[in-house]
């Protein structure tokens, strides 16, 4: 049951700390709420402060690496729209995956830059905020298809926010009842729940059972909030399908999340594919 410390971790949702006028939103887009350090920061506590008005790019990423060596993690997924993440997987390929995040409502934009991320930077992933875009597009709406088709094309998971959403923005774009429409249109997309799908988290267990290409991932969840049917199903029939992803340095930094990791009654044929193995599949590591 307890946590194996010989497992380098690949970490789906990590970043870096960033100049006081750099976006900080981790999904790179604007949600005003009246000037909180956080868009969700009601719902955490302890926030670390992500501001680093003197820092440069190199700065950031040596923060990020020395709290990963710290804690076992040995990959991060980091979003290319941070300045930061495209020095760091240059300098360091071997610790750090690049995600390109997109916003359906440009839909030929969208389209054009997955592709011009992939030959540019070799992106390992495609992620979005669908109840953060501006309008909001819900999950199954034909806005994503091309987004999708693209995916599929070239390879490449999509990962997206599910569920009632943090920051203070309607949540219909992210109900994960959608989710099924969009896995039986493409039954070759592999696709990854964000940030918990809650309060629906027993229908995205019932859709994985049901779609062989969608997963979880645990971001944006402080280890002893886990929702527990997660949990079960991980130990049971979905030790394929959850995978780790943290919220580093944004809201919840990696030392808080490994010390309240070795609490969660995993079994132990479930610490590799949750903390490892699922993650290197789906990004090809």
């Known amino acids: 049951m307890a946590?194996?410390?010989?497992?380098?971790?690949?970490?789906?949702?990590?970043?870096?700390?960033?100049?006081?006028?750099?976006?900080?939103?981790?999904?790179?887009?604007?949600?005003?709420?009246?000037?909180?350090?956080h868009p969700a920061d009601y719902m955490f506590r302890e926030i670390p402060d992500t501001a680093?008005?003197?820092?440069?790019?190199?700065?950031?990423?040596?923060?990020?690496?020395?709290?990963?060596?710290?804690?076992?993690?040995?990959?991060?997924l980091v979003q290319l729209g941070h300045p930061a993440a495209a020095p760091a997987a240059r300098a360091f390929p071997d610790r750090f995956a690049l995600a390109t995040q997109v916003d359906?409502?440009?839909?030929?934009?969208?389209?054009?830059?997955?592709?011009a991320d992939h030959a540019a930077h070799g992106i390992?992933?495609?992620?979005?905020?669908?109840?953060?875009?501006?309008?909001?597009?819900?999950?199954?709406?034909?806005?994503?298809?091309?987004?999708y088709t693209t995916c599929v094309e070239l390879g490449l998971p999509f990962f997206a926010t599910a569920g009632v959403?943090?920051?203070?923005?309607?949540?219909?774009?992210?109900?994960?009842?959608?989710?099924?429409?969009?896995?039986?249109?493409?039954?070759?997309?592999?696709?990854v729940m964000r940030h918990g799908g809650e309060p629906w988290e027993d229908l995205a267990v019932k859709l994985m059972l049901k779609w062989p290409g969608l997963?979880?991932?645990?971001?944006?969840?402080?280890?002893?909030?886990?929702?527990?049917g997660i949990v079960d199903?991980?130990?049971?029939?979905?030790?394929?399908k959850v995978l780790y992803g943290g919220y580093h340095p944004y809201a919840l930094e990696l030392d808080r999340i490994f010390a309240e990791l070795d609490d969660v009654p995993f079994r132990d044929h479930v610490w590799e594919p949750f903390l490892r193995g699922n993650a290197a599949r789906i990004l090809g590591l």
Not at 52 to 76: S, W
Not at 169 to 178: C, G, H, I, L, R
Not at 215 to 228: D, E, L, M, R, V
Request: glycine fraction near 6%; hydrophobic fraction near 40%.
């Open 3 to 37: 946590r194996p410390r010989d497992i380098a971790a690949i970490d789906t949702l990590i970043g870096f700390r960033s100049p006081a006028d750099v976006d900080r939103n981790p999904a790179n887009v604007r949600v005003s709420q009246r000037g909180d350090k």
């Open 52 to 76: 680093r008005p003197d820092d440069d790019d190199a700065t950031a990423i040596a923060d990020t690496l020395a709290a990963m060596d710290a804690n076992g993690v040995g990959v991060g």
């Open 104 to 115: 359906g409502n440009d839909v030929m934009g969208a389209v054009r830059q997955i592709r």
């Open 124 to 147: 390992r992933a495609v992620s979005a905020f669908p109840a953060g875009a501006s309008p909001p597009i819900p999950l199954d709406d034909a806005h994503w298809y091309p987004v």
């Open 165 to 191: 959403p943090g920051p203070r923005v309607p949540m219909a774009a992210q109900q994960v009842e959608a989710i099924d429409r969009v896995m039986y249109d493409f039954p070759d997309l592999v696709f």
């Open 215 to 228: 997963h979880y991932s645990t971001s944006a969840f402080a280890p002893k909030h886990y929702p527990p």
């Open 233 to 240: 199903y991980a130990n049971t029939r979905g030790t394929e």
